[in-house]
């Protein structure tokens, strides 16, 4: 009897770490694609740029090209709009492909 309930117990061990095995697995795969999707990188071409006038500021700058601060944003990553300069580049028409 004590050896049928030591096989019960090790089946019972053997099954639980084998589903907890797949569940990592599964999750590490779902992970990476994930990770994969966010490090893409998207190629930006800027079809018309605007210099940086004295007074100007990305809101005013993107509402005069008609453009949301989403869309403004994503044609010009990594802009700094607290310190604009006279005579900075600013994309005012780009595609992300």
Request: a positive charge; proline letters at 1%.
């Amino acid at each position: 009897m004590a050896k049928a309930n030591d096989r019960v117990a090790n089946m019972f061990l053997f099954l639980t770490f084998m589903i907890l095995s797949c569940l990592l697995f599964i999750t590490l795969a779902e992970s990476n694609q994930v990770t994969n999707a966010v490090n893409r990188r998207r190629a930006l071409t800027c079809l018309k740029v605007v210099n940086v006038k004295n007074g100007d500021t990305c809101f005013n700058v993107s509402k005069t090209f008609g453009l949301g601060s989403d869309v403004f944003n994503a044609i010009n990553p990594n802009l700094n709009c607290t310190a604009l300069f006279v005579g900075q580049w600013l994309c005012v028409d780009g595609t992300l492909s």
